[in-house]
């Protein structure tokens, strides 16, 4: 059972913003962390950045200043909102649920199936 599911995603030129959902049912929206993860053709899985009850937000360096993250607790559903988009945003974007918020993907127990983020330049 799908328990994350990502969505938003598309092609945009730099400088353009895009929006993603991410929609957790069953154990995963009871779950009071989320993060945001990437991975780049060839690249390692990055933290982006993650919210949580006690934690609140975090951020990568690299998205700092650009990147947004909130939640609509009524629909279980948390936003990344991406402003200013750079070419080397360019990956597929995954939403996890853990425990406890974190900057390594091992510690998210549930996982989305991902969508793509392409910028052009």
């Known amino acids: 059972q799908v328990q994350l599911v990502e969505s938003g995603g598309g092609l945009v030129q730099a400088g353009g913003s895009l929006r993603l959902s991410c929609a957790a049912s069953?154990?995963?929206?009871?779950?009071?962390?989320r993060g945001w993860f990437r991975q780049a053709p060839g690249k390692e899985r990055e933290f982006v950045g993650s919210i949580s009850w006690s934690a609140g937000m975090s951020y990568a360096d690299s998205v700092k200043g650009r990147f947004i993250i909130s939640r609509d607790n009524a629909k279980n559903t948390v936003y990344l909102q991406m402003n200013s988009l750079k070419p080397e945003d360019t990956a597929v974007y995954y939403c996890?649920?853990?425990?406890?918020?974190?900057?390594?993907?091992?510690?998210?127990?549930?996982w989305g199936q991902g969508t793509q983020v392409t910028v052009s330049s």
């Open positions: 069953g154990r995963a929206s009871s779950m009071p962390a």
């Open positions: 996890a649920a853990s425990w406890t918020a974190a900057v390594s993907s091992v510690a998210y127990a549930y």
